[in-house]
């Protein structure tokens, strides 16, 4: 089963400034044995992990010598190529290390980092330049929510991002209110898919029926094994991306097998 569109669910575990890089290969050695276990198929459901860089390069070994299906992404990337950037890791570096994925306006990076469009763009740029796949987050905080309802300033993210992308460059959307990260309040699945429904409508008028049709949407905000189901069974949501909830690797893999809950969910 796959999504409208031919779309393939995508779950992705942000492990944001957690789990140093021997505890990332003992939590992806379960992740594993937990997927092979109920014979997961990955080319049903893909599954993804963020670590922070300094694991990259173990679980990247890791994946390999084991030839796990697991893909990899970044969390965070430098606008600019290479040189005097100190602290900052180039895209060229990330794909080097295999990564397909990489996270570009989190919130917690919009926010805590104070990053704005313009830089959040160039980054998604230099994701692409360097034949990667740019998550490009957009999510509404709880003022917005007032203020504007729960599209608008999501919708304006995502139009600001892509106004430099080039055309016909793969990227995925992860939806994510800023009220609903972390704090245990997910959004309603309506909620979610009636502002995913938005962005793909966006993404049509910007972009063209067809990259609208193939492009993943992901929702993102306190997503458990016990909500998962919801937002997957919704037209316009092609996935999670989950945070604290992907640290455990039970969790996370009951997350990926959403399917099997969604009767009766
Ligand atoms: P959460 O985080 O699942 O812990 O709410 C989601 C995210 O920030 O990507």
């Given amino acids: 089963m796959s999504q409208a569109g031919g779309r393939v669910p995508l779950i992705a575990g942000n492990w944001k400034m957690n789990l140093d890089h021997l505890q990332a290969i003992g939590l992806v050695q ?13 080319g049903a459901v893909e599954v993804a992990v963020f670590p922070p860089f300094t694991d990259l390069r173990s679980v990247q070994t ?18 600019n190529q290479t040189g005097a950037f100190t602290g900052d890791v180039a895209a060229s570096f990330l794909k080097k290390l295999e990564v397909e994925h990489v996270l570009v306006g989190h919130s ?27 998550m490009i987050c957009v999510g509404e905080t709880a003022d917005d929510l007032s203020e504007h309802g729960a599209a608008s300033v999501p919708l304006q993210q995502l139009t ?11 990227f995925v959307v992860a939806y994510e209110p800023v009220w609903a990260i972390g704090s245990g309040e997910a959004a309603s699945p309506e909620q979610a898919e009636d502002v995913c429904g938005k962005l793909r409508a966006r993404i049509s008028e910007l972009r063209g029926e067809a990259d609208a049709d193939r492009t993943r949407i992901l929702y993102g905000g306190s997503v458990t094994s016990l909500n998962v189901a919801g937002f997957l069974r919704q037209a316009n949501i092609d996935g999670a991306l989950v945070g604290g909830a992907s640290l ?18």
Avoid at 256 to 261: A, E, G, L, N, S
């Fill in 160 to 170: 600001e991002v892509l106004a430099d992308l080039p055309a016909g460059a793969e």
């Fill in 30 to 42: 379960k992740l594993s044995w937990s997927l092979k276990d109920v014979k997961h198929d990955f």
């Fill in 248 to 265: 455990d690797a039970t969790e996370f893999s009951r997350i990926v097998q959403f399917k099997k809950h969604v009767t009766g969910a």
């Fill in 108 to 134: 917690e990076r919009r926010h805590g980092h104070g990053e704005g469009s313009d830089l959040i763009a160039r980054k998604a740029r230099a994701v692409h330049a360097a034949d990667m796949i740019p």
């Fill in 62 to 79: 890791l994946v390999a010598a084991d030839k796990l299906a697991l893909r990899l992404g970044a969390q965070d990337v430098s606008p």
